[in-house]
């Protein structure tokens, strides 16, 4: 089965300084990933994927991820904060039927 | 283009009462999914329908929960005589189910309070 572990539930980071979320997954098969972003009260977002080819992922608002099958990694990252990346971030892998598979989430905070 | 809505956005029942949360998918979109979000968790998948067909429930409770999504109208998600474990944010997604487009669109959610 496929499963996501994304450590530290809280993450603080200064307005202006780079944002690093870490993912880790397992999959039996080539895994499809994907980062989400949920804002307060809201739904989530896709902020970006990897299915296959380029694995440097860009996606919206600044934020990139890269893929490496070596580490069974996919960690998030943005060189620099912004107050409006306050939010919560999910990892997922896609599984049999479509099935995603969510980490339990990293709460940003921006720091002025 | 319309995304994913789901209503009520938030819904109140007494402990023993039916709750019926509706999802329309986006335009287009012929695979829905449902996910149950508790507090401090991330979401956890429920069950994956296709149009009049139930293609993967595995992740619904044995008693007391249904999900549908008729040839016409809304994907539902019952829940009959709910209880307080029961309060949880239940998130509806889309995708076309096509091969190549996997992406699934998230709902704003119904968040259920069990009084």
């Known amino acids: 089965a496929q499963s996501v572990t994304q450590l530290g539930s809280h993450v603080s980071v200064s307005e202006g300084a780079l944002v690093l979320l870490r993912c880790n997954y397992s999959?039996?098969?080539?895994?499809?990933l994907f980062w989400y972003v949920q804002y307060p009260n809201q739904g989530l977002q896709l902020l970006l994927k990897y299915t296959t080819g380029a694995t440097l992922v860009k996606g919206i608002n600044g934020f990139e991820a890269e893929f490496k099958k070596s580490e069974t990694s996919f960690h998030l990252t943005k060189p620099s904060a912004h107050m409006s990346d306050a939010a919560e971030y999910f990892c997922?892998?896609?599984?049999?039927?479509?099935?995603?598979?969510f980490g339990k989430g990293n709460q940003v905070v921006v720091i002025p | 283009n319309a995304g994913v809505m789901q209503n009520p956005r938030h819904l109140v029942r007494r402990r023993g009462q039916e709750a019926r949360l509706r999802c329309s998918p986006m335009k287009g979109h012929s695979h829905v999914y449902w996910y149950r979000q508790l507090p401090e968790e991330g979401l956890k998948f429920m069950v994956y329908?296709?149009?009049?067909?139930?293609?993967?429930e595995s992740g619904m409770p044995k008693e007391r929960f249904s999900a549908e999504f008729p040839k016409e109208g809304p994907s539902i998600l019952r829940i009959q005589q709910v209880v307080r474990g029961d309060s949880a944010a239940y998130f509806c997604a889309s995708s076309p189910g096509l091969a190549g487009e996997e992406t699934q669109y998230f709902g704003p959610g119904t968040r259920l309070l069990v009084l």
């Open positions: 997922a892998v896609m599984g049999g039927n479509n099935r995603l598979a």
């Open positions: 999959s039996s098969v080539p895994p499809y």
């Open positions: 329908l296709q149009k009049e067909n139930i293609i993967d």
